[in-house]
């Protein structure tokens, strides 16, 4: 129960200039690092991004620039992500085989709202791409999500962010996983330290969180299994 995670749709657009994201680039991109150090090796891949605003008291929606997408030769993409997320999903033992892998269903925008939420991020992206002041990166003719409808377009395009959060979910009710010391409830020696604690998904990237963390289990543990 509780798994959360962001997902995204992506806006991809035509541009006049070539994808550094292409294979046949990589090389000239590595010798202009090598000797020059810039380029697009010196990028971090997503330089431009922003949070919108809405109903919750943190940001709804991110909008990120990806200007190396590898989804078309001629092309730059950027993302709308949902921050938070009404759908859960759940990981479960599989009970023809409870020693193997866990079953992990996410149920991506089951939750009424989240579908048009993300959409509302791709027509803001769309609004952006198209104002005079981005002409001149050359950017032409929409690819995604182009004439595709609503639906069919984030069944074939929407994607994780890769933040799963939740699924040992940190609190104080009884069905919490671990309680606000991470010891897991109901056992003596076991702690969980990872993103799945964390209760709901956080309106951020998730690997500052993560650190975070870790920091606070070592402090935790140093305390109640070494009284340091
Ligand atoms: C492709 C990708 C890109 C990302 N980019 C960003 C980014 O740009 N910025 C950002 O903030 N976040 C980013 N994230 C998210 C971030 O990496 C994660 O939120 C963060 O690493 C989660 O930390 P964690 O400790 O919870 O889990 P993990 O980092 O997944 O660590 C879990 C560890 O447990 C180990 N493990 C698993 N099963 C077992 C087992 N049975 N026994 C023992 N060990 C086990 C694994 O080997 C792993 O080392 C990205 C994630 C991905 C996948």
Redesign the pocket.
């Known amino acids: 129960m509780n798994l959360q995670d962001h997902i995204g749709a992506p806006v991809v657009v035509q541009s006049t200039t070539l994808s550094p994201g292409r294979k046949s680039q990589w090389i000239a991109a590595a010798l202009r690092y090598l000797f020059l150090g810039n380029g697009v090796m010196s990028s971090n891949c997503c330089e431009a991004g922003c949070f919108l605003s809405g109903q919750h008291n943190s940001p709804d929606l991110e909008i990120l620039t990806l200007f190396q997408t590898n989804r078309h030769p001629h092309a730059v993409e950027l993302a709308s992500i949902l921050m938070h997320p009404e759908s859960k999903g759940t990981v479960t033992i599989n009970p023809h085989n409870p020693s193997g892998p866990p079953l992990i269903d996410p149920q991506y925008l089951t939750a009424p709202g989240d579908a048009d939420l993300l959409l509302t991020g791709v027509e803001r992206i769309r609004s952006i791409v198209n104002r005079p002041a981005l002409r001149r990166f050359g950017l032409t003719s929409e690819i995604l999500p182009g004439s595709m409808e609503g639906g069919e377009f984030l069944r074939d395009h929407a994607s994780t962010y890769?933040?799963p959060v939740g699924t040992c979910r940190m609190g104080s009710d009884d069905l919490s996983v671990v309680d606000p010391r991470l010891k897991v409830r109901g056992l003596n020696n076991l702690w969980v330290v990872?993103?799945?604690i964390i209760p709901a998904i956080p309106a951020a990237?998730?690997?500052?969180t993560?650190i975070v963390i870790a920091e606070k289990a070592a402090d935790i543990l140093k305390k109640d299994l070494f009284r340091v």
């Open positions: 890769h933040h990872d993103n799945s990237h998730t690997a500052a993560a």
